[in-house]
């Protein structure tokens, strides 16, 4: 297993801080306090993004997805994607997936699904795509409709790293009917907090690559919008789940939303 890096922060433990989780280290704290001073709403944030990720899933298992593919897992937080998809499809089968050490040392926690559907775990990067699909078809079943979930993951991905490209590459090998889900965080409501943020995280070693409503609704190039298209993550399908307490107290600097592969 690879080790665990405690000289820099890392970003599924700075999430899991934000959180309140306990799987996390100094250095995670010390600069996620720095991102307080900056914004001391981004618990706040990392809530909403979380529970966005619950009502897509809880969504799209209503709307008869059976099969989920999640990049970027983070480290485990109940309710798991698993347990939402589950509590409405029992045999739904979930592949998860991070680059990080940490989430693998966690990765027990993701597997204990209902005896009916599969969990399963691959320690990837998400731009080693061809890894990634090779490992998700032993468990889903590609010539039947998957959901992708990215969810608070590309902003970690820059443009050279090929970002758009590699979404189209994933979902290019999943069938007709297939959804695309993206949470992200984005510069556009908050420039000059946004710009502090990523220069303290770039100065130790995090790349943040936020981006603009026009480059978030271009990962959506050819897919059909579900409603109400690109939102802040709070006001996607609010019904479908409670709100966080402050979500409405100021700005969320994120999109959400989910496509439909034709
Ligand atoms: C902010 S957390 C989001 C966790 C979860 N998706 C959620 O929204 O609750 C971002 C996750 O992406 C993972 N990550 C960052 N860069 C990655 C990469 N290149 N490949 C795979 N995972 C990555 C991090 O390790 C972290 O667990």
Partial sequence: MTAIDTSRPHPARMYDWYLGGKDNYPVDEAMGQQMLALDPRVPVMARVNRAFMHRATRWLAKNGVRQFLDIGTGIPTEPNLHQIAQSVVPDARVVYCDNDPIVLAH???????????????????????????????????????????????????????????????????????????????????????????????????????????????RFFDGLEPVEPGVEVPHHWHPELGEPVPGQDDGVIPGYGAVGRKP
Avoid: M, N, W
Wanted: proline share 4%; charged share 25%.
């Fill in 107 to 217: 990765a027990a926690a993701l597997l204990r699904g209902t005896e009916a559907g599969a969990t399963e775990y691959l320690q990837a990067d998400v731009r080693d795509t061809g890894a990634i699909l090779e490992g998700a078809r032993k468990i889903l079943d590609f010539s039947r409709p998957v959901a992708l979930s990215l969810v608070a993951l590309l902003h970690f991905v820059p443009d050279e790293d090929g970002a758009h490209e590699l979404v189209r590459r994933l979902l290019s090998e999943l069938p007709s009917g297939s959804y695309l889900v993206v949470s992200h965080a984005t510069a556009d409501f908050t420039p000059e907090e946004s710009k502090a943020a990523t220069e303290r995280l770039k100065a130790a070693g995090v790349t943040l690559a936020l981006r603009s409503r026009e480059e978030f609704t």
